[in-house]
Structures are given as structure tokens and as C-alpha cells.
């Protein structure tokens, strides 16, 4: 069964996948489970249907570096061997490590790329406004904001994964109910579908999430809350793997 939440604050901030049935399971493990921001974007995103045959992926994977340092956020330690994960289950990908992944070289590459997975720290800058952290390049200081993800060719893109923290949280954005801005900066660029965290997620925990998630997406042919639904079961049944580990991660949209 499929359970659609639309959901403003603080309903929206709500785990649902860790949320308990009548019959005492998760409903992750009854449902999947997708969150619509509103009907009248619901069908927006519908009418933005795209060719998905054969996908095109563009990892994005940036560790930190002194840019994290000076922000007191510690090395992405997995996030290169995430962006390999991926390589390896479709080595076709396009793949942006280290200090090749730019902003500039994030936008360079997108035209004719259908999944977008951007592997590095999210946050807030000291006045409050939301930032993804990817490598310096030129002037470029390596914090791109919401102007700068509008400013991308997203028209192409079905679906974007940020695998940081609280991607679903960081900063309001007006028009797209309690979605972090930086979300609905994708979504107004263009994007149809969204994969974002509610909280802080660990780096290996996260790490083995996506390598599930993309193998359901690429390999299964599911679509994106099927498979993110099938990893996070997956990591159920570990032993030792909090639900923490997993049940933050979101899929937004159709």
C-alpha cells in the first residue's frame, strides 16, 4: 500500500516511516510512503514526467575540506566512497570528487542528466541562510545557496538525492509547505522528485543507505519512495543499526 502525507508544520517534521500502525509495525514496513507538499503541486511535479530510459547520474561528492574545518563541521569522511559506490552500480555516471566537485562543474555537467546525487555537508551559514558545501573552484567560495541551485539546467532532472544533513529542514521556503528552502530551490529549478534528510544523519549509516537505495533505483527499476523504502527495511534487519540511521530520509514529490 502507498500512503501520500501532505503535511504542514509540525505534522511535516514527523518521521513517518518510524511511526507505529494499529497492528504495532513501522509504517515503513506496511506502506511506502511519499510526502507531497500540496495538491497544486503534486500536479505541477505530475505533468513534469520524463524519460527515464536509460538514466543518466551525476555524483556529486565533496569531503569538506578547510571550507568544513572553518565552519566546525568535521570531514565527510564516506562521501567519496559513496560517490564509488554508485560508479560501481552504474559505471556510466558521471562522477564530480574532491575539489572537481564545484558548483560550476555541478552545472556544467547537468544538461541530459536525469538523478543527481550530491554527497557533501548541508547547513546554515551564520545569518541563518541555508547552503549546500561543495568544493571552491575560481571565485567561488564552495557554499552554494538558493539562488545558485535555481541558477543550474535542472529542467532535465526527475530526481535529486541530497544525502547531508537535515536537506529536508535547512531555512523556509515560502510556496512549498514546511520543504527546507533548499529543496524547493530544486524543485522550482525544475526537479520532479527529492530524497532529503529531516535531521543529522552519520556518514556510514548513510553511506550503506544509498548504496541500497540506488542499487532498488538503477538495478530493480523501482521508482524513487519504492526503493527508498526497500533500503530502509534493508537496514532494518541489520543488527546494531539505529532507526536514527535510516528513518530521516524523505522522498518528496510524485
Known sequence: DELVVVADAPLSRLPWALLRGPDGRRLVESHVLRRELSGSLRVELEGRRRALSPPRLLVAAYEGGAEAAALGLAPLAGALGEAEDLARLD??????????????????????????????????????????????????????????????????????????????????????????????????????????????????PTRRLMRSFYARLLQEGLEPAQALRRAQLELAGRDGVLERDWGGFCAFGP
Open 91 to 204: 559505471p556510466s555516471a558521471v562522477l564530480l570528487t574532491g575539489a572537481s566537485a564545484t558548483a560550476e562543474a555541478v552545472g556544467e555537467a547537468l544538461p541530459g542528466i536525469t538523478l543527481l546525487h550530491l554527497a557533501c555537508h548541508a547547513g546554515l551559514d551564520r545569518l541563518g541562510t541555508p547552503y549546500l558545501l561543495l568544493a571552491p573552484g575560481g571565485e567561488e567560495a564552495g557554499l552554494v545557496g538558493v539562488e545558485q541551485v535555481e541558477s543550474w539546467p535542472l529542467a532535465g532532472v526527475d530526481l535529486v538525492t541530497l544525502a547531508g544533513c537535515r536537506t529536508a529542514r535547512l531555512g523556509a521556503a515560502t510556496g512549498h509547505g514546511d520543504l527546507s528552502a533548499v529543496g524547493a530551490a530544486f524543485l522550482a529549478g525544475g526537479v520532479r522528485r527529492l530524497i532529503a534528510s529531516l535531521w543529522v544523519v552519520e556518514d556510514e
